[in-house]
């Protein structure tokens, strides 16, 4: 049986060799705190920290920044993420990526080239060469990173990771994992166009996808998830987040293979409604010398079979993992506190105690100490997690077909059209570097 660990030490020499560096970033801030930019004026970039202090934003609507202004009056705004790491390279040691998925990888691999630390949100790219990619180059530069994966530091996905790993259902024999998001369309993309808004700079928001028109509030701000050319679907969305906790709590690997049974995809938006199965190598946490993990999401739901060995179909979550134990069944609603079935024989059981984690500060402070120590969803955890993510999603364009994944060279041996959509391809002038 081969454990995650052992797959990171032997399958990719190129990635997974390199000795871990630190950059020592915390001495060119003089005042100590590790000083930050955010491509994406929501989100991260309000985040807090007491040893921490916002430098940059970098937005492509430009009305975005007034929330973040009104916080940190001297921060500097760009509405072009290569002009703010061209001019404040300088004066940062840290970034985060809140972008569209279609940018993370490039963004977060330029950024990585200057040697600043990453907090990359998921999925940690758009497709499996970026990803690879990013953990790749971060491991050459001995930066800090992390994925925002926060449900993973949350005490209820570790309790779930404690429970499995305690044998508390004994060994793991599948697991089905759900989601009732809809972040799909089943119809093609209008053939219109709007005016584009003062403020927003259409053009660097498509990015490297191809150029199209603009469709007021088509792909901007919110439905862009839908899209196969900017987000990566419900999958893609809450895979990431989803996956982590079977993804540590069995210690996997790689996947060997992934066959989706959903419908498939249209040229311009992800379907819903998937249905989709790994099957990765067993570890001493599994019943078996490989393991189904099975994804759905929208009205697609596990077996009826399966949800009802908790018993309380009525109260079954809208997201959620079932391990399906030799010695019991564990749910874990998502973000919720795992249970133990049947209950009857779990009375009285005397659940783990956890500290408290935070996922942001972990980064920060990992960043601040540097050494030995790294975030907990650091690209080394998170990148394998995502290419497993991120292989399902290309899986729903083949229904049905059972596609083989070589992880150390990165390609499915035996589909030729899927191997090709390993990367994709980028607009000119926006080829990564």
Known sequence: MQSRRHFIRQSAATLFAAPWVTTGLRAASPNGKLRHAAFGAAGMSMSNHPMWELAAVCDVDTRNFKRAQEKWPNIKVYQ???ELLEKESANIDSVNVSTPDHMHGSIGLA??????????QKPLAHNLWECRQ???RAREKGVMTQMGIQVSSDFTERLA???IQLGAIGQVKEAHTF??????D???RPATSDPIPEGFDWDKWLGVASERSFIKGYDHPGNWRKRRDFGTGTLGDMGCHMFSGWFRSLDLAAPISVTSRGPAPNQDNWAINAVVEYTFKGTKFTAGESIKVTWTDGDARPPAEVMAMIGETAKFPGQGTIYLGTEGVLLHPHGSTPMLYPRDKFTGYKYPKLEKRDHWGDFIDCCL????QKPTANFD???PLTEAVLLGCLASAFPNENLIWDAPTLKIPNNAAADKMVRRDYRKGWELV
């Open 369 to 372: 100490k540097g050494g030995s």
């Open 161 to 163: 990771v404690e429970l």
């Open 186 to 188: 089943m119809e093609t």
């Open 179 to 184: 989601s009732n998001k809809k972040w799909g």
């Open 134 to 136: 990013m953990v790749e």
């Open 111 to 120: 950024a990585i080239a200057k040697g600043k630390h990453v907090y990359g």
């Open 381 to 383: 955890y998170a990148g």
């Open 80 to 82: 072009d993420w290569r």
